[in-house]
């Protein structure tokens, strides 16, 4: 079995200590890729850091982090730019809009969201899309730039059958991750009838570890926890969810 984390934080802080043997245990556990959502610019230097001691394992995006978008924004948007243009990316993201922190900046966020998609469209690369207590704001915007160049994951999708619905249908995939595994997570209530075609697996590592760990750090090796669940849910072999996911996750970042 061969999984693919699409979404993981490996180049953060949180893993400083341990990052190898962290990477080592993934790979033992079948994670034989891993997608590396931005936040800002603070961070490229470990990202293509990490890309370089694992040039085979590794796929960057690039991206400003809704709640990194601050009054002076442009300048990281010009980053996104310059680095998309050197080739060296995969995906645009993660980019959207959290209004659970901050509602203040709501105006900011959503141009600075509706401008990376605009990249992405430009570049032919997906988008990575984080949404926090924002399901309108982000299905408004979608809605107003969709197009066949318009397609990506909807990153941590918490939402309900019916957004689940709506975002499968402007061309997203669903990044199932430690959620699923949450007695109040809600997803699993009705993930049996979306079919394993638009799904993809993640961690969001450092964050939302899955059951037995949550609470406690993510790691790439949790993947496992999502897949057996989801084989629960699905009723199938964990073999058929890594096959089904990973397919899923060559059709959106290619390969």
Not at 78 to 85: A, D, G, Q, T
Not at 114 to 133: M, N, S, T, W, Y
Request: charged share 25%; with cysteine; net charge negative.
């Amino acid at each position: 079995m061969q999984f693919i984390d699409t979404h993981a934080h490996l180049y953060t802080e949180a893993f400083d200590e341990d990052r190898d043997e962290m990477i080592q245990r993934a790979l033992d556990a079948g994670v034989g890729h891993f997608f590396l959502p931005a936040i800002d610019s603070s961070y490229t230097p470990a990202m293509k850091a990490l890309k370089e001691a694992y040039p085979d394992r590794m796929s960057l995006m690039a991206g400003l982090h809704p709640t990194h978008v601050g009054q002076e924004f442009e300048q990281e948007l010009k980053w996104v730019e310059s680095e998309l243009r050197t080739g060296s990316y995969s995906a645009v993201g993660e980019i959207g809009i959290d209004l659970y922190w901050d509602q203040s900046l709501l105006k900011e966020q959503t141009v600075a969201f509706r401008r990376q998609i605009g990249l992405a469209k430009e570049f032919g690369l997906p988008i990575v899309i984080h949404c926090r207590d924002a399901f309108d704001e982000i299905f408004e915007v979608l809605e107003s730039e969709k197009e066949d160049r318009l397609f990506g994951i909807f990153h941590c999708f918490t939402g309900t059958e019916a957004q689940a619905r709506h975002a499968i249908s402007l061309n997203m995939k669903l990044g199932i991750g430690g959620v699923v595994t949450f007695k109040n997570g809600r997803i699993d209530t009705f993930l049996e009838r979306i079919p394993l075609g638009h799904i993809v697996l993640e961690t969001d590592a450092p964050y939302l570890a899955p059951v037995p760990y949550r609470g406690k750090r993510n790691e790439s090796s949790y993947i496992r926890c999502v897949s057996r669940r989801l084989a629960e849910i699905y009723q199938t072999s964990e073999a058929e969810i890594a096959a089904i996911t990973s397919a899923n996750a060559k059709e959106v970042f290619g390969g």
